[in-house]
């Protein structure tokens, strides 16, 4: 695989949650990848992120994705979003099938294949909650670079030659 195009799904996949292969591990920094993160959500400058600070990027990435604009993500809007964001020439329809699909799952919870705001920014809460270590409803700088630091180890640790049951 080109590095070129490795750069392109490697981010998207490590904030999606999606696991990456062991190759691709050094890539990134968690640290650095936290402070990145960090600087973008703070956005009143306090030193914490707060939910609705988190949300504004769910709810920017929400709009991306609903393209038609009537509140709810269809499977083809994200279907189509990720083959136009892409931009790969390839016959090879996982380039953008594997991405809405891993969406789909994460987000559709009752399986209508549609995606509504809620669903998508239940998901967002879910994650804010983890991330939050001390339940005081604020992120720190130092709980996103534990969480980035631990999702390097379960990638670090994962067994790819191993069948996933999903």
Not at 17 to 27: D, N, Y
Not at 35 to 42: A, E, L, N, T, Y
Not at 49 to 54: A, I, N
């Amino acid at each position: 695989m080109e590095i070129w195009n490795m750069k392109h799904w490697l981010l998207p996949a490590v904030l999606a949650g999606l696991v990456i292969p062991t190759a691709a591990q050094a890539m990134y920094d968690p640290i650095k990848l936290a402070d990145k993160q960090f600087k973008q959500m703070d956005k009143n400058g306090d030193g914490s992120v707060s939910l609705d600070e988190y949300f504004r990027p769910a709810n920017h990435r929400f709009k991306k994705f609903d393209t038609n604009q009537n509140g709810k993500i269809e499977r083809q809007e994200m279907y189509d979003f990720w083959k136009n964001k892409r931009k790969i020439k390839t016959d090879n329809i996982n380039a953008w099938e594997g991405p809405t699909n891993a969406h789909f799952k994460k987000h559709d919870k009752n399986k209508d294949d549609i995606i509504t705001r809620g669903e998508y920014l239940s998901a967002s809460q879910k994650r804010f909650d983890a991330l939050d270590l001390n339940e005081d409803k604020m992120l720190t700088l130092e709980e996103l670079q534990d969480h980035w630091i631990e999702r390097k180890k379960e990638v670090e640790s994962h067994d790819f030659n191993e069948q996933d049951d999903d």
